[in-house]
T-cell receptor, first 116, second 116 residues
């Protein structure tokens, strides 16, 4: 079984400031890692994911996340945020192998609020 | 290409009534997943279906909840005799395959169920 901990339920920042949203996971097996974003009144959208290869993955809108196996973390960062980044961000994992590798396990989410 | 569609977006039921939530997957997707988000919680896996088959219902409550994905038409999540504790957001996701794990799941906007 896996679990995901998002350490901050809310993160308020000013526009153009850097931000880091923290995610730690616990699993007895190897996992894939995901960040999803949910804008108000919308469904979740995949932001980025780590499957294999380079431990640093990037999205098209300037976010990046680094897989750290020793610390079991997958923190999300952006060097300069915009008002439009205001949303809830969910970290998720799934098993790499086994019969349930389609099953996503989510953290509770972090609400990022970008203020002018 | 339309995304995952869910309806209704909001549903109000009185205790003891039935709730029927519908999900139309993305075009070309034959794998459907339902997740539930209780207040202050992350999304939790409920059930995984392919056309006319329930693959994994390990996250479904044992009673009152059922799901189907018929050959024609949307997937339906049905909750009989609703109770206040069923109040939650129900999200549907779809994917093109599930082989190998790490497959991106595309989420709908969710149905917010309120039980009075």
């Amino acid at each position: 079984a896996q679990s995901v901990t998002q350490l901050d339920s809310q993160v308020p920042v000013f526009e153009e400031a850097p931000v880091e949203l923290r995610c730690n996971y616990s699993s007895s097996v190897s996992v894939y890692l995901f960040w999803y974003v949910q804008y108000p009144n919308q469904g979740l959208q995949l932001l980025l994911k780590y499957l294999s290869g380079s431990t640093l993955v990037k999205s098209i809108n300037g976010f990046e996340a680094e897989f750290n196996k020793s610390q079991t973390s997958f923190h999300l960062r952006k060097p300069s945020v915009h008002i439009s980044d205001t949303a809830e961000y969910f970290c998720a994992v799934s098993e790499r192998s086994g019969g349930s590798n389609y099953k996503l396990t989510f953290g509770k989410g972090t609400l990022l609020t970008v203020n002018p | 290409n339309a995304g995952v569609m869910q309806n209704p977006r909001h549903l109000v039921r009185r205790r003891g009534q039935e709730a029927r939530l519908r999900c139309s997957p993305m075009k070309g997707h034959s794998h459907v997943y339902w997740y539930r988000q209780l207040p202050e919680e992350g999304l939790k896996f409920m059930v995984y279906l392919q056309k006319e088959n329930i693959i994994d219902e390990s996250g479904m409550p044992k009673e009152r909840f059922s799901a189907e994905f018929p050959k024609e038409g949307p997937s339906i999540l049905r909750i009989q005799q609703v109770v206040r504790g069923d109040s939650a957001a129900y999200f549907c996701a779809s994917s093109q395959t599930s082989a190998g794990g790490g497959e991106t799941q595309y989420f709908g906007p969710g149905t917010r169920l309120l039980v009075l």
